[in-house]
C-alpha cells in the first residue's frame, strides 16, 4: 500500500492513503476510500448509538474503519465488528484498530454472509452508491429492537434523474422537482420498509436526513407480522400539482409517515470532540423543529417565480404565517425552504399576493 498518512477524527487516529489515493466510486485506484467529507455523516451516528445504546454493533462496508473504530473508542457499545470484502481494507482495519488500542473484531467477508452468520443490534451500511444489495440481509439479521443506520450516495437516482434506474432499483418512480430531497429520501425509506415486511420485521425511522450528496436513515425494528402491516399502512404516493401536493398514485412508493423520532432527537447529544459540532447542532434544532410538521416543503424561490414577485426574506415568510395562526418551520432539506400547514392561497398572500 502506498505511504499512508495519519489523520484524527473524533477520538480516534486512523492511517488512510494519501488523498490522491483515495478510492472513490467512479475512480480505478486501488487504495482503500476515506472521505473526510462524510464526517458529519459519522458524527451523527456515534451520537445516535449513545442515545440507543446497541451492545453489538457492525460497520459492514468498512473501508478505512474509521467509523467502527470510533464506535468502539466514543459509544458504550459492548462489541463492535468492522468488515469490509477488500482484503487491502482488512489489513489497513487491523491496523488501525491495532493504533487506537480498540478492542474492535476485524473480518474481511462479504457483508450479506457475515450478517446472515450472526445478528446484530445495530448494522452500519455505508456503500459507494446505493444500498439496495445489502438491505435484504441486514434487515433480517437484526436483534428484536435492532436499528439499521442506510446511507446512499445514488441521490441522483432517487431524485428523478434517471427515473428508470429508480424504478428497477427502489421499484418506484421519483419526483424531479423542488421537493426531490425529500421524496427521494422518503423512496429509500419506502423501500427498506417493504424489503423489512417481506421478512415480517417492521422497521420504523427515528433519524432520517439529506446531507451534501447523499441520504441517511436510520430504522427501528418493530418485530411481528401486525407491526410490519402497520408500517406498510404508512407507505404511499404523491401528485404533485404546480405548486402543491396531495396523496395520490403517480410518485412512489415512499414513506409517507414521521422521519425522526422526536425523543431520540432531544436525546442526542453533540460532543466537545466532534468535527462537526457546530454543523450538527445547527442539524439537531432544524430537525427538532420540523419533526412532527407535515409532509413536504414549500421553496420560497418557486412560489415567489409561480407569482411574479420576489421571495420575502424567510423569518418574515415564518413570522407573517404564524401570525394567522399557521405553523411553520424551516426545513433541513432546502436553506430557502418551510414547512407549514397553511392553504396555498394564505401562503401566497404572505408573498404580496392577493
Ligand atoms: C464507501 S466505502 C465505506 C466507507 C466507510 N464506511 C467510511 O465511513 O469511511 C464502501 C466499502 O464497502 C466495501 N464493500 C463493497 N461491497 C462489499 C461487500 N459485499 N461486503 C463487504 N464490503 C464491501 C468496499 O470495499 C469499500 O471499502
Redesign the pocket.
Known amino acids: 500500500m502506498v505511504g499512508l498518512v495519519e489523520i484524527e477524527e473524533g477520538l480516534a487516529r486512523i492511517l488512510v492513503p494519501p488523498a490522491e489515493w483515495r478510492k472513490g466510486p467512479n475512480s480505478a485506484d486501488v487504495e482503500?476510500?476515506?472521505?473526510p467529507t462524510?464526517e458529519l455523516n459519522?458524527d451523527i451516528s456515534v451520537s445516535l448509538l449513545n442515545t440507543l445504546s446497541p451492545r453489538r454493533v457492525l460497520?459492514?462496508?468498512?473501508?478505512?474503519g474509521?467509523?467502527g473504530i470510533r464506535f468502539s473508542l466514543e459509544t458504550s457499545a459492548e462489541e463492535v465488528h468492522i468488515?469490509?470484502?477488500?482484503p487491502k481494507?482488512f489489513e489497513l482495519i487491523k491496523r488501525n484498530i491495532e493504533l487506537n488500542s480498540s478492542d474492535a473484531i476485524a473480518h474481511n467477508?462479504?457483508?450479506?454472509a457475515l450478517a446472515m452468520e450472526t445478528g446484530f443490534d445495530y448494522i452500519d451500511i455505508?456503500?459507494?452508491g446505493t444500498p439496495v444489495p445489502f438491505l435484504d440481509a441486514a434487515v433480517r439479521s437484526l436483534s428484536r429492537k435492532g436499528v439499521i443506520g442506510v446511507s446512499a450516495t445514488d441521490t441522483a437516482v432517487l431524485c428523478g434523474a434517471y427515473p428508470k434506474v429508480c424504478k428497477r432499483r427502489y421499484m418506484a418512480n421519483p419526483a424531479h422537482n423542488w421537493c426531490m430531497h425529500e421524496a427521494g429520501l422518503r423512496i429509500l425509506i419506502g423501500y427498506i420498509v417493504r424489503i423489512a415486511a417481506t421478512h415480517d420485521i417492521g422497521l420504523r425511522p427515528v433519524l432520517s436526513y439529506s446531507a451534501d450528496h447523499y441520504f441517511r436513515a436510520y430504522l427501528r425494528v418493530e418485530k411481528g407480522a401486525r407491526k410490519a402491516d402497520k408500517a406498510l399502512e404508512s407507505i404511499g404516493f404523491l401528485d404533485f400539482e404546480g405548486l402543491s401536493w396531495k396523496e395520490g398514485r403517480e410518485y412512489g412508493p415512499m414513506w409517507l409517515g414521521p422521519l425522526f423520532d422526536r425523543d431520540i432527537l432531544d436525546s442526542m447529544r453533540v460532543e466537545e470532540h466532534f468535527g462537526t459540532k457546530k454543523r450538527m447542532e445547527k442539524m439537531l434544532e432544524i430537525w427538532k423543529k420540523e419533526a412532527d410538521m407535515p409532509l413536504c416543503f414549500h421553496e420560497s424561490p418557486e412560489i415567489a417565480s409561480h407569482l411574479g414577485t420576489s421571495s420575502p426574506p424567510m423569518e418574515r415568510i415564518l413570522g407573517r404565517l404564524r401570525e394567522m395562526r399557521y405553523r411553520a418551520e424551516r426545513t433541513h432539506f432546502s436553506p430557502t425552504g418551510f414547512k407549514t400547514d397553511a392553504p396555498p392561497d394564505d401562503i401566497f398572500r404572505v408573498f404580496g399576493h392577493n
Open positions: 482503500v476510500f476515506y472521505n462524510m459519522r460497520d459492514g462496508l468498512a473501508a478505512s474509521i467509523r468488515n469490509d470484502r477488500d481494507a467477508m462479504n457483508v450479506n455505508d456503500p459507494f
